[in-house]
């Protein structure tokens, strides 16, 4: 049996690359995928960037807001949003602060690496040597909860 602690005192001060008032632990990595936690404080965030991995971000703790391309959304525990490769995301805090899980899984075929930060691209290569490059991905936000209403600043932040 393996116990992994993460919360207050196991995260990097640092965060993510590419994030502001962040702070991040890694749970578990491997060629499966990695499992990190990420604690937001009062205006903080990642900022947008694209992955060639697919993830999802899984809020657990407070709240505040998701970008998936141009689309942007509160959310608040419990609820998650799918990052799909190739698509820029982002997510951040005003007010409030906020915990989440970030799940992320490798690309399917060509190479299967998992990126910490950010990926801007990855080439596949192939058998006989060739690369495919990679192809644009499509993504959006999904319906229902809070995700699925536009944000409203009147409204202020989840909670």
Same mark, same amino acid.
């Given at each position: 049996?393996?116990? *992994?602690?993460?919360?207050? #005192?196991?995260?990097?001060?640092? /965060?993510?690359?590419?994030? &502001?008032?962040?702070? !991040?632990?890694? =749970?578990?990595?491997?060629?499966?995928?990695?499992?990190?936690?990420?604690?937001?404080?009062?205006?903080?965030?990642?900022?947008?960037?694209?992955?060639?991995?697919?993830?999802?971000? *899984?809020?657990?703790?407070? #709240?505040?807001?998701?970008?998936? /391309?141009?689309?942007?959304? &509160?959310?608040?525990? !419990?609820?998650? =949003?799918?990052?799909?490769?190739?698509?820029?995301?982002?997510?951040?805090?005003?007010?409030?602060?906020?915990?989440?899980?970030?799940?992320?899984?490798?690309?399917?075929?060509?190479?299967?690496?998992?990126?910490? #930060?950010?990926?801007?691209?990855?080439?596949?290569?192939?058998?006989?040597?060739?690369?495919?490059?990679?192809?644009?991905?499509?993504?959006?936000?999904?319906?229902?909860?809070?995700?699925?209403?536009?944000?409203?600043?009147?409204?202020?932040?989840?909670?």
């Amino acid at each position: 049996m393996q116990i *992994v602690r993460f919360g207050v #005192g196991h995260r990097r001060l640092e /965060g993510p690359s590419g994030s &502001r008032n962040v702070q !991040g632990q890694v =749970i578990a990595s491997d060629q499966q995928g990695v499992i990190a936690e990420l604690a937001f404080g009062r205006h903080a965030a990642i900022a947008p960037h694209s992955n060639p991995n697919a993830s999802w971000f *899984v809020v657990i703790e407070g #709240g505040g807001f998701v970008q998936v /391309g141009e689309e942007q959304a &509160r959310v608040a525990a !419990g609820e998650s =949003i799918f990052w799909p490769p190739g698509v820029a995301h982002g997510a951040w805090t005003d007010q409030s602060q906020m915990r989440a899980l970030v799940v992320e899984f490798p690309a399917t075929g060509g190479a299967r690496q998992i990126l910490e #930060g950010r990926g801007d691209r990855i080439d596949h290569a192939q058998p006989d040597g060739s690369s495919t490059g990679r192809s644009r991905g499509e993504g959006r936000l999904t319906e229902g909860g809070s995700a699925g209403r536009r944000y409203d600043p009147s409204e202020g932040e989840p909670m």
